[in-house]
């Protein structure tokens, strides 16, 4: 019973209204309503505050809604492990990733983890750095893909591989440049940028400024494809990550330039999931694809790794199997 109760109040501040949750959960109002009412009987207290059409959390009513999604998705999750069970090789998966990731990292990675395990599905979010350790805490995503390392006391961070930034400019602009700017002419040149305050822009301005340059910005996108639309046309230069221009480079499209006395610059891309995730074999698989991709050392996965590759090993089904059985920590 308060399982549902519970769901019911999740789906009231989800949907705004006693009146959509009640459409949404298929039930009659009065229903939602004394489902409700026996909530802020049982906890003694109200939880939510009714101001014409719109619903107020009161502040226990947030401690409750907080909670509440932690448990429904543990109550889920569970009934996975058990289907995963009963079910060897099938079920879902949550992954969070900031933008970057998704499109010029994630895909690859996908299609191995897909070919191996067929009938496992995954779901990608994305959102911001925040927004995906957020995700990860609360466990709404059993895996996010940050573009930094993550140092927070609930999560384990585990760092893929270093994306070095590259300055970038249109080939016909390469031909009137030298093949090694000093810091000087770099000073002068017109930057097409990302926009504030994002994260690469923050970094790139911190780094640029600790050399003396104050970039002239001549236009401010938050994609990666108007930037570099706007490098390709001529009319500017951009520091970016090489992830998001690998194949512009290997085509021809764009072109890099070298900077004396600036040194190489890269940002590590992470993966990070909860300090004690609910293991299934689902993300087992789903971690043992990204380290053996990335070629992780053993030393950098999460500690409980290895205890759970014992128990998974006794399954009907076992997310390694596709592994080397080589491969020791």
């Known amino acids: 019973m308060i399982l549902s109760h519970l769901k019911t109040f999740v789906r009231i501040i989800d949907a705004g209204s006693l009146t959509r949750a009640a459409e949404q959960l298929s039930l009659t109002q009065p229903a939602v309503t004394k489902q409700l009412a026996a909530l802020e009987e049982s906890f003694q207290t109200r939880l939510v505050i009714r101001q014409g059409r719109r619903l107020r959390l009161t502040p226990s009513g947030e401690v409750l809604y907080h909670y509440a999604k932690r448990i429904l998705a543990l109550v889920d999750q569970t009934y996975e492990a058990i289907a995963e069970i009963e079910r060897p090789g099938q079920g879902e998966i949550d992954l969070g990733a900031v933008s970057t990731i998704a499109v010029f990292s994630l895909p690859k990675v996908l299609a191995i983890f897909t070919r191996n395990f067929p009938s496992l599905r995954v779901r990608v979010h994305i959102g911001e750095i925040q927004d995906t350790l957020d995700k990860v805490i ?21 760092p893929l591989f270093q994306d070095p930034v590259r300055l970038v400019v249109s080939p016909e602009k390469a031909k009137k440049l030298p093949r090694e700017l000093d810091l000087e002419e770099l000073s002068h040149m017109e930057f097409i940028s990302y926009q504030t305050p994002s994260r690469f822009r923050a970094f790139m301005d911190g780094v640029l400024e600790q050399h003396g340059i104050i970039p002239h910005v001549l236009m401010e996108f938050n994609s990666h494809d108007l930037v570099k639309s706007m490098v390709k046309v001529g009319l500017g230069v951009a520091f970016v990550p090489e992830s998001v221009v690998a194949e512009d480079l290997a085509n021809g499209s764009l072109e890099t330039i070298r900077v004396k006395n600036l040194p190489p610059l890269a940002r590590t891309t992470s993966l990070i999931l909860a300090k004690d995730p609910p293991r299934s074999g689902g993300l087992m ?45």
């Open 138 to 158: 609360r466990q709404d995503v059993a895996v996010g893909l940050v573009t930094v390392p993550i140092v927070h006391p609930q999560v384990d961070s585990v």
């Open 285 to 329: 698989a789903l971690l043992t694809t990204f380290f053996d991709h990335y070629q992780v050392e053993p030393r950098l996965w999460p500690p409980w790794y290895w205890e759970t590759r014992a128990y998974e090993a006794a399954l009907p089904w076992n997310p390694h199997q596709k592994e080397s059985k080589e491969r020791k920590p």
